[in-house]
């Protein structure tokens, strides 16, 4: 592996956060006391091509390379990890599993709009009674008079009351378990689709999330994305790419959590010095340092397995496992050496740890990645 980013890799991390800089960042605690998701900061993405920079250029994205896109998720979740989860479940949830397995007519119908932010899709897995464990899911899809008829309910949909399209995975029959799954692609507005913005949320809360509701929804037999069976494969191999992406946000989160601590450091003075000269605020500081910079490197590692085209399912969650961890543990860091003041929104650290809580969260917790690491090594099939 290289540890040097080539010109494409620096001119990617260098306009992701330029960009951060002067359009996320100064909104981003307003916006997150707000719960306000702003659509011109995806329409801006999209016009710089961010919004799809790892997609192949024939279908209206830059053919960035894995690294080049860790390095883009890692700046935008810097400024706002609410914006990163937008931009994530666009590209890694729902426009890879289409560049991945939907057919040549999907994929141009769809992929050079969403590349551009036209047009927003997100990813329907969980449900409100199955989370970890999809091979259980309840929706359920009936073929009839040469359609699909769904019903259920999608929960903690992230952009799901935005999307103009869903993925939706459904159950052709529940006998057979995850080899009975299909992926179907369902337009808002189609009848007996519905949402219901979900508010509250302890994090993230400048990102949409939503429930989804399907109640006896017609889905023209087209609208699968590859075959009855490939669903719950299309769903996994999804995740294992979006893992790569919530570790480098992971690092983001961390690494702004490293920034907050040393600007406050430097500035608070206590005992008549600044705080920073103190060894035990110092400790903190290279403790966050260290574990941020493993996290990187983690998750560059899996990025340059995936971009040679080897297995890196087992890198994937070790990045996503170790740097959300990371990212927790940083912002504790940090809130303590702002003391009182880190406890309040006055400043932003209060808004990382947060933040952090809901990125080891989604795509996996921390005790599912620990099953898929000592799955792989071990070498035992998670189904027969």
Known sequence: MDFEFNDEQTMFRNMAREFAGREIIPTAAEDD?????????????????????????????????????????EEIARGSA??????????????????NCASEEQKRKFLP????????????????????????????????????????NKMWISNGGLAHWALIFAQTDKSKRHRGTAAFLVEQGTKGFSSKDIHGKMGLKASNTAELILHDCEVPAENMVGQVGDGFRIAMSTLDSGRLSTGAAAVGVAQACIDAAVKYAQERTQFGRPIASFQLIQEMVADMVVET?????????????????LPFVREASIAK????????????????????????????????YRDATGVSLYEGTAEIQKLIIGRETLGIAAFV
């Open 33 to 73: 006391q707000n719960e306000r998701y702003r659509p011109d900061i995806t329409e801006k993405l999209g016009a710089l091509g961010l919004l799809g920079a790892p997609i192949p250029q024939e279908y209206g994205g830059l053919g960035a390379d894995f690294i080049s896109y860790c390095l883009i998720c």
């Open 82 to 99: 609410s914006v990163f989860t937008t931009m994530a479940v666009q590209v890694s949830l729902f426009q890879f599993p289409l560049l």
């Open 113 to 152: 709009l969403t590349t551009k932010g036209q047009l927003l899709g997100c990813f329907g897995l969980t449900e409100p009674n199955v989370g970890s464990d999809a091979s259980s899911m309840e929706t359920s899809a009936v073929s009839k008079d040469g359609k699909w008829v769904l019903n259920g």
């Open 293 to 309: 910079e493993a996290a990187r490197s983690i998750v560059y590692r899996a990025a340059d397995l995936k971009n040679k085209g």
């Open 321 to 352: 496992y170790f740097a959300a961890d990371v990212a927790v543990r940083a912002a504790q860091k940090a809130i303590k050496i702002h003391g009182g003041y880190g406890y309040s929104n006055e400043y932003p650290v209060e808004r990382y």
